[in-house]
């Protein structure tokens, strides 16, 4: 099991910035990538971002450019997953969820989600 808790969503001006942090707990040794979704109103849920444990990253191509991913290890059995928002938009207005993508067998992969933070640009 992990366990994800999202922080950071803010209601911010058109070109502001945000970092929202998504700190992971329990079985983090398993984990093959974490990211970012998000969801806006009448949408689906869409991928913004990832990091696999390796350090590779991937971008949706509409925030290429703007946000960084990254993520920090702590010997605790934490691991902390950043979302560096810069040159925010209104349509980046959206609930950002935490995702954490684990291995649980051979070949088998979970899906781990936070509850989400929201994120609102105002223009």
């Known amino acids: 099991q992990v366990q994800l808790v999202e922080s950071g969503g803010d209601l911010v001006q058109a070109g502001g910035s945000l970092r929202l942090s998504c700190a992971a707990s329990g079985s983090i040794f398993n984990i093959n990538r974490m990211g970012w979704y998000r969801q806006a109103p009448g949408k689906q849920r869409e991928l913004v971002a990832f990091i696999s444990m390796g350090g590779a990253t991937n971008y949706a191509d509409s925030v290429k450019g703007r946000f960084t991913i990254s993520s920090i290890s702590r010997a605790n059995a934490k691991n902390t997953v950043y979302l560096q928002m810069n040159s925010l938009k209104p349509e980046d207005t959206a609930v950002y969820y935490c995702?954490?993508?684990?291995?649980?067998?051979?070949?088998?992969?979970?899906?781990?989600w936070g509850l989400g933070t929201q994120v609102t640009v105002s223009s």
């Open positions: 995702n954490a993508n684990v291995i649980v067998g051979v070949g088998l992969l979970n899906d781990y």
